[in-house]
């Protein structure tokens, strides 16, 4: 893959997302979203390759993964109006079947291309797949910790706006009411990721994605979370019970301590 292939994957990705673009204002802002999202995730996963000291070929491919990793999104909220997948569709499958269909990645040894249509199938997985090839796992590995730091951002600004002008589907339509389900805590006190069938509230979904850092693999991750002052900006948007301020030290004593050993 070279510098050239990068430029058309680009072309070709605006190409596509001006063709999903929403006459209704409140439902373009959700196409919106994810368009900027991607271009967060492909900075994300630049400065993670960079530390993780990927060569120059390497970090193409993992641009191209993050660029092509929501690309299921545009026809999930087209034909569903939701980015929830539990009511619509895989939004990870969809896009390797988008990125087949289409043959975007055609012009690529078709090595490289099995490597970045697995790393889009799998990024929104539960857990990491059962993969035994190193090179995917790989990619795999950093599209998920890129794409969380930056689903990280897009809620904290989702909470910090005023409610007309927020992108409906980021809340999964979950009711912003004051309650939290209690049986979320346990999740985090074995250090688990907390899963989305467990959910009732807003605040559910809050302490779902905090629990999203016992599922991050790189160090580099780590340091970005930290700098961006995420955990604390979501934790000081949930209601301050003794129950959340236990969990929210967890989660700060977990990612302190793969600050510091990795
Ligand atoms: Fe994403």
Redesign the pocket.
């Known amino acids: 893959m070279n510098s050239g292939n990068l430029r058309y994957f680009k072309d070709w990705f605006s190409d596509f997302c001006r063709s999903f673009y929403m006459d209704d204002e409140n439902e373009q802002r959700n196409i919106t979203l994810?368009e900027v999202?991607?271009g967060h995730?492909c900075r994300n996963i630049l400065t993670l390759a960079r530390e993780e000291s990927l060569d120059a070929e390497r970090m193409l491919i993992a641009e191209t993964v993050a660029l092509f990793?929501?690309i299921g999104?545009f026809p999930q909220f087209a034909q569903y109006k939701t980015f929830r997948d539990s009511l619509s569709v895989n939004h990870g499958l969809l896009g390797a079947t988008v990125l087949k269909e289409q043959k975007v990645l055609e012009r690529l040894p078709e090595r490289e291309q099995d490597v970045i249509i697995d790393a889009v199938k799998f990024?929104?997985a539960f857990a990491i797949a059962d993969i035994a090839d190193a090179e995917t796992l790989l990619f795999l590995k950093l599209i998920r910790d890129a794409?969380k730091l930056?689903?990280w951002r897009v809620f904290i600004e989702f909470y910090e706006s005023p409610e007309k002008e927020r992108p409906e589907a980021v809340g999964l339509g979950l009711p912003d009411v004051p309650s939290y389900s209690e049986d979320i805590f346990s999740c985090i006190r074995k250090k688990e990721v907390v899963s989305l069938t467990s959910m009732k509230t807003l605040n559910d979904f809050k302490i779902l994605q905090l629990s999203w850092i016992f599922d991050l693999n790189f160090r580099s991750a780590f340091k970005l979370l930290h700098e961006r002052d995420y955990i604390t900006r979501i934790a000081a948007t949930l209601p301050q019970t003794d129950d959340v301020l236990a969990s929210v030290a967890d989660i700060y004593s977990y990612a302190g301590e793969k600050l510091r050993h990795g």
């Open positions: 994810k999202h991607t995730v990793h929501d999104r990024h929104n794409d930056d689903i």
